[in-house]
């Protein structure tokens, strides 16, 4: 009984929890936790993919758990502070459902974005390159392509199937938007799910929200290099459109997409695939808002319709005639006193003393009348 108090007693506190006052300090720990989560994800994207390009196996779920485990610790570190959205997608579906305000929501994507450009200038500055008279060139294409996200020839099982000579299968635009879609849905929806109604995580967001994004990135990564958020593939869609470019400008003049030849492939610019990146994931943030409000208003009504009910149900009862004859037929007080305690709890009116009164105050009279008689003898 202690435990099951205990735990409605931390429930309540964690319903009633609300985020820090302060927008600075909402707006820093955005910015904050971008940058970290972002370098750590351009990082795992670039250097850890690095030696296996083909991403066969168990590595993809290696890639996805680490990922997962970045949005897992820092949700733990700045869910109290700004709820710890770090994806604008997420600061959409919240702002839909009233948990941030409009100017919230605006400042929360600009600090996001801020964050990961910042981090994807900073490695793309820090990872090292062959110089010219290296004899085996190390571009930094070489480096964060499968930390681009991209779909068609950009996207990271294209990119791996045209390395191993099958330049005629192509990951198109239309797959990665589905996949960016259904993986953003699960990633938005646990994130809500896991906070209360003032958008504050509870104490299981932490673990919840890195399932889904581990989860999410193992599927998605092959088709489009998992961003589910639009603030990662503008970090290094800016950063990375460079160096693209730069590798497009080695390939011959007569390079196109359905060469069997790596080397003759023109991998699209980061920039101009950046709006799948942005419209998918809003989209799914759109949808998963919707069917909570939908949710909401019906669990609303559902709550409405019983306390109609229960109100009905009270007002029977209190108009309901009383059976005088249950009472007169216990002989005991004490069980009279209890049957109306009970009809009182229920909303009637009756006092079980009445007649027990009426009939003394008549003894009380005649006793009167016979004393006085006696009296006038």
């Keep these: 009984m202690a435990a099951t108090t205990q735990a409605t007693s931390c429930r309540a506190l964690e319903d009633e929890a609300t985020l820090s006052k302060s927008h600075v300090a909402r707006a820093a720990t955005e910015l904050i936790g971008s940058f970290i989560l972002f370098l750590g994800i351009y990082a795992i ?33 700045f869910g109290k502070v700004s709820g710890a959205h770090l994806n604008p997608a997420v600061s959409l579906a919240s702002a ?32 090292p390159v062959s110089d010219a008279s290296s004899s ?5 294409f070489q480096w964060i392509h499968n930390a681009i996200n991209g779909a068609d020839a950009a996207s990271p099982a294209t990119y791996s199937l045209n390395q191993i000579g099958a330049a005629g299968l192509n990951f198109g635009i239309k797959i990665g938007a589905l996949v960016e879609v259904a ?3 699960v990633v938005v929806a ?74 003759q492939v023109t991998i699209p610019l980061p920039l101009t695939q950046l709006w799948v990146f942005w419209v998918a994931p809003l989209l799914a943030a759109a949808v998963v808002a919707l069917v909570m409000l939908v949710a909401r208003m019906l669990r609303a009504d ?34 009279g ?18 007649e027990t009164d009426d009939d003394d105050s008549a003894d009380s009279a005649d006793s ?10």
């Design 45 to 77: 994207c670039s250097v850890g993919t690095f030696f296996n390009s083909t991403m066969i196996g168990a590595n993809i779920l290696t890639f996805g758990a680490a990922i997962g485990l970045l949005y897992a610790a820092l949700t733990y570190v």
């Design 96 to 127: 839909l459902l009233g948990r941030i305000g409009i100017g919230d929501f605006f400042v929360y994507v600009i600090m996001q974005c801020a964050g990961a450009i910042g981090a994807a200038e900073l490695l793309t500055h820090l990872l």
């Design 136 to 140: 085996y060139q190390i571009t930094l």
């Design 183 to 185: 993986m953003t849905i």
């Design 190 to 263: 646990v994130a809500l799910r896991a906070q209360n109604d003032n958008g504050v995580p509870r104490r299981s967001a932490w673990l919840a929200t890195g399932i889904a994004y581990a989860a999410g990135t193992a599927v998605a990564f092959p088709f489009t290099g998992a961003a589910l958020n639009p603030a990662r593939a503008t970090g290094m869609a800016v950063a990375g459109q460079s160096a693209v470019q730069a590798y497009n400008d080695t390939l011959p003049t007569t390079a196109s997409s359905t060469s069997s030849s790596a080397s």
């Design 302 to 335: 559902d709550e409405s319709q019983k306390a109609a009910t229960a109100k009905v149900s009270t007002k029977a009862a209190a108009q309901a005639p009383l059976n005088s004859s249950t009472i007169a037929a216990s002989d005991d007080a004490t069980d």
């Design 337 to 354: 006193a209890a049957h109306a305690e009970t009809l009182s709890e229920a909303g009637v009116s009756y006092s079980v003393d009445d």
């Design 368 to 377: 009167k009348t016979d004393d006085a008689e006696d009296s006038a003898k």
